[in-house]
């Protein structure tokens, strides 16, 4: 089978890729917009232009399935823009899914955003509960959603959808403003501060990359006729204020923690229904929070000393 990653050399996208790569019977190609990667040689990468057509259909030609990972906006600077969410995101997803829909591509599996796409939420949200996005990233997530659906009846281009949680874990770029476990623990290691937007009461849940990327690769493990969508999500829902608490079990330095005014950008509420994707892959174990924190964390600390 062969296999694609858009996005591969993002934080999420390196994590899968190599998942992918150990499967029995799996070619990875890996396509970004920059020119090297730093995967090793058996992993064809490609740097990619998602609006040249012309390239999409040559180099998408043999490809069984796609995974799109691929954003150039995050949830504050869709806020303050709302138009380049539209011409960033939703037109060259639409102009690239448009022309593998029409060659020998069966799925295309798309990371969607839970903390987004359903708005603020009182109670456990499950794949078909309400949605209500309020930010323009959650409302461009869920357009794409049901574009695949329209891609689907058109072409008969099958799909997985995943609706992430928060992720943490090892390789993050937190200077994009996202990772909240990975900002904490950056800002711990190298000033002995933190900031908390609002009063640390925000509820998320927290998933370890890895076990992100093992829970992604079942599109290639699972039945490729069959398209799904999965709220991609731990057991962990937890406030930021119990996260700072973890976070003080597991590292040696002191540090402040500075509160100062919540942002109109951020969900105060998101909790995930994860039982259908458990479901769909029983066996799976996911990483204890703590134990992902203190792996994280080592990580970091680590890659700091060697910086200095």
Do not use: C
Request: no cysteine; proline share 3%.
């Amino acid at each position: 089978m062969n296999v694609a990653v858009i996005g591969a050399n993002g934080f999420i996208g390196r994590h899968l890729v190599m998942r992918l790569a150990a499967l029995p019977g799996v070619k990875v190609f890996a396509f970004d917009i920059s020119d090297n990667t730093t995967f090793d040689k058996n992993i064809v990468y490609k740097k990619n232009d998602l609006t040249n057509v012309k390239q999409i259909a040559s180099d998408f030609a043999d490809i069984d399935i796609v995974y799109f990972l691929a954003s150039a906006t995050i949830p504050v600077t869709s806020w303050e823009n709302p138009l380049m969410d539209i011409e960033k995101n939703l037109i060259p997803f639409i102009n690239f899914a448009d022309t593998v829909a029409k060659l020998k591509v069966k799925k295309i599996a798309f990371l969607s955003s839970a903390g987004t796409i359903y708005g603020t939420t009182k109670q456990k949200v499950s794949e078909t509960s309400d949605k209500n996005p309020f930010s323009p990233y959650g409302i461009i997530k869920l357009s794409i959603e049901n574009f695949l659906l329209y891609f689907k009846t058109r072409y008969n281009i099958n799909f997985d959808v995943y609706r992430v949680s928060n992720v943490y874990g090892e390789g993050q770029n937190t200077s994009k403003g996202l990772g909240l476990i990975n900002t904490l623990l950056e800002k711990i290691i190298t000033e002995g501060k933190i900031t908390v937007y609002g009063n640390g009461e925000t509820l998320r849940n927290y998933i370890y990359v890895k076990d992100v990327a093992g829970l992604l690769s079942q599109s290639v493990t699972s039945d490729i006729s069959v398209s799904s969508t999965f709220n991609i999500s731990s057991d962990d829902s937890l406030t930021i204020n119990q996260i700072v608490d973890i976070i003080k079990n597991t590292v040696t330095e002191k540090f402040e923690v500075v509160k100062t005014e919540s942002r109109l950008s951020d969900n105060s509420a998101i909790d995930l229904d994860n039982s259908k994707i458990k479901k769909a892959i029983p066996y799976f174990k996911f990483t204890p929070i703590a134990k992902g924190i203190t792996e994280t964390y080592s990580y970091i600390k680590a890659n700091s000393q060697k910086q200095n």
